[in-house]
């Protein structure tokens, strides 16, 4: 059960640094972001405006 959290979260990040490539913003800190914040940094990054 623990392996699938791990996975899920991880692929979150993933997901939300491509969000944040496509507002024209640094994927990789939003990947880091996200691996702490989860969905939270999901939230935020939905409604933060396009650079």
């Keep these: 059960m623990e392996n ?3 996975v899920g ?3 979150l ?3 939300n640094a491509g969000l944040a490539q496509g507002k024209n ?3 990789l800190n939003w990947f880091i972001l ?3 914040l989860g969905p939270v940094a ?3 990054l939905l409604f933060v ?3």
Excluded: Y
């Design 9 to 11: 979260w991880g692929t």
């Design 34 to 36: 996200s691996l702490l």
């Design 4 to 6: 699938e959290f791990f």
């Design 25 to 27: 913003r640094t994927g």
């Design 49 to 51: 405006e396009k650079r």
């Design 42 to 44: 999901t939230l935020i």
């Design 13 to 15: 990040a993933l997901i």
